[in-house]
């Protein structure tokens, strides 16, 4: 087998065997293929794309790279709530203790801010004490006990899909589908779930900007897992303006609390109660997903996904106080107002630039070695639909460090768009592909 | 100026600007952009093209890359003659020394065998003491005193060229028409030439297997050579039989000198009269193409480009006795019939094949550093379109290392097809491009 005439193949859109591609990852990842073999077969890829036999084939080989995570010794099904990546989303902290107060365990492996999207991890660490880096061991016990723990990917976790990640970074070849369905599958199937719910973001904060792409991508990852014996679900929802009001880690849990006890943003609530309703359904808690509904609503109602939620940040070290006294998180030193010249309807809030702009004063990451100021963010104080008066305050940016703020602000002065007609209200869950 | 951004735009079908072009090639060149982007940009190229105005400036920044030649010390017109490749394609070894007979002045850059094609170079160093490795200023003396030199690609001479065709081989890119396009013509401009003719072999034993592009790759040729102020024309010629008999270094010089006394194969004498034509009229030594052709013509029948040759060997080392005496040249020890079952007509000679049973037993070479053996190759004994008789011979492989026979035997009986009907001579000159 010669690499060169395995990339011509795929170049001339060929299907390559299962064995053709275990013998490129494997091949790339033991360094014996080059660089830069791998990356024309990467962009081939982008152009030619990959059959159902082939994406699977890959995703296998990505989690043969590395360990894989043995959870059968906790009784339940394990389920998994994985997003795409979007801008003031903050379902996981909301939909997780939903299902783990309603007896789904839910092994959360969780990733970091990049770009102009928040990350998980990063919005944990923000509550003083909150440990991410639990062992394997620790991370199985917490999940035993509590139904619930959150770590960041391990390196040792299908170490295949990083440094293909890391190589398409560099080479425009991120914006694949059936490249990106493998690489989120392969990580989830890796630490041994069962079941995982997917939530697929479209819009102008989304990776997949357009709802066709968005529906390709959740139904290759669908099909990964039900060639792999996993339930698979995936939501595709409306990323054109920020879910909830804040964006930021530590302002996000905040209203992460608020959500908890039912009293958040009436979008951010809905995503997050049909998101843990799948997966309270997925991990056979109840029949039928309407079942799952009242379930979901139900532990929202009573608490008992707040108290979840506070149990296990206590259990990983957090102080959970917190989420009664938000003065006990980082506290941003500065705010300012932007306001609106003109009235009308707000008819669009461009996620991407509200990401952009929370991440340029330190919410987020230009490049994964850099650090994050955990206090700061925006608030919006309309959502898309909203009627406005000129004057208004559109939203508020929070700063502890001034230098930024001039072009923070102006990247989102552009991002609201004002109507002078009223504008009808746009679907949040666009459909569901299962 | 991001790489990644670059590459990006490409993927997209974007239009790169030329200072764009010249910021990728002269980065590789220089260490500065890594093999792994360059081939992502290289695969992109494979699938988007490039615009005229892109295809021609990676054709500077390839000649920028080296030094180019400076032949303004010698007068007259400056032309030169390109083949694509083909299977016993000698015609660069007649229509030369027939335009240089002319009175045009033909500095010969030319390669090497590789694959199932042949080279120049190759056949030539099948004449004992024939030298190929000229310095520059031999080169230039030579064609000053008798308008015609041969000698190599020199690494000085657009060596980006080289490193992306190196790289373009083992990433499945070498089969791109705009790459193909400026690594051809920066090799010819950088060699200051004034003129250029082109052969695009198109058929079963060329590189391109379509007429439609041939055509593109011509026409873009064309184009590179128009912009820069190069007078290029090209003809688009069949290769779906080996040209002429001879297939093989030696062999092809024996044919060359049948040739240029006019006692050779119609087709190659066809072909390579129409080459010394268009090389005469673009060099402006007659006004109209007709004119040209008759004085082509006239030098083959008054043994003006036998002679020229002959004073050419003579020049560069080599033994021009060869011409007379076939026995002086490197001869193969064996031979073997190829005898056909049944009768017909002759449908088809699949030159790809005939290629490469002859660079099996030794006449060219898997890779680049392979030596070859010159005296060996596969002599035709029909052509397409003639009746033969169950049991007639069809060609002979003459060889000196029985190792590899069998296995060449059997690709050249494939390469031969019979029909029971009479078959249509096919052109051997499709069109022209200019």
């Known amino acids: 087998m010669r690499t060169v005439d395995l990339i011509h193949r795929k170049r001339d859109g060929e299907e390559l065997s299962p064995e ?20 024309a077969f990467l962009m081939a890829v982008f152009y030619s794309g990959m059959s159902d036999r082939e994406v699977s084939a890959l995703t296998q080989s990505f989690i043969a790279s590395g360990t894989t995570l043995d959870l059968s010794s906790i009784p339940g099904v394990k389920v998994d709530k994985h997003s795409t990546g979007g801008v003031g989303d903050k379902t996981s902290l909301i939909s997780a203790p939903l299902a783990a107060a309603a007896g789904v365990v839910v092994p959360m492996i969780s990733g970091r801010a990049l770009g102009h999207t928040g990350g998980t991890l990063d919005k944990l660490e923000s509550i003083p004490g909150f ?15 509590h139904n619930l723990a959150f770590i960041g990917q391990t390196a040792e976790v299908a170490p295949a899909d990083g440094r293909f990640y890391a190589l398409r970074d560099v080479t425009a070849t991120v914006e694949s589908i059936p490249l990106i369905a493998s690489s989120i ?95 309270i359904f997925l991990g056979k808690i109840t029949k039928t997903l309407d079942e799952a509904r009242e379930m979901a609503q139900a532990r929202l109602l009573d608490g008992s996904g707040y108290r979840k939620f506070k149990e296990v940040i206590t259990a990983q070290g957090g102080n959970a106080q917190v989420l009664d ?18 009235g009308g309807y707000v008819s669009g809030i461009d996620a991407e630039l509200i990401g952009q702009a929370s991440s340029m004063i330190g919410a987020g990451r230009g490049a994964k070695e850099d650090s994050i100021d955990p206090a700061v963010g925006v608030i919006l104080e309309v959502k898309v639909g909203q009627k406005i008066e000129a004057g208004s305050i559109l939203c508020r940016l929070y700063y502890t460090n001034g ?21 009808d209200e746009r679907d949040l869950i666009l459909e569901v592909v299962s």
């Open 185 to 279: 599958m392969a990580k989830k199937i890796a630490v041994g779930l069962d079941a995982v719910v997917l939530d697929v973001k479209v819009g102008a904060g989304a990776f997949m900007k357009k709802q066709v792409d968005a529906r390709r991508l959740a139904q290759m990852m669908v099909g990964i897992g039900r060639r792999m014996d996993k339930r698979v679900q995936a939501l595709i929802t409306d990323m054109n303006q920020p879910l909830g009001y804040a964006v930021g880690n530590a302002l996000e849990i905040m209203e992460v609390s608020q959500t908890l006890q039912n009293a958040g943003p009436a979008d951010l609530t809905r995503l997050s109660l049909e998101l843990a309703a799948r997966m």
């Open 20 to 39: 053709e591609v275990h013998f490129l990852v494997d091949g790339y990842t033991r360094g014996e293929i080059p660089d830069y073999q791998t990356s």
């Open 131 to 145: 440990r991410t880096d639990l062992s394997l061991d620790e991370f199985r016990e917490q999940l035993a006990k």
């Open 325 to 342: 006294r938000f003065e006990l998180l980082p506290n941003a030193t500065g705010a300012q107002e932007i306001t609106t010249a003109r």
């Open 403 to 423: 230098d930024q703020l001039e072009g923070a602000a102006e990247l989102v002065e552009d991002a609201f768009r004002i109507s002078q007609h009223p504008v």
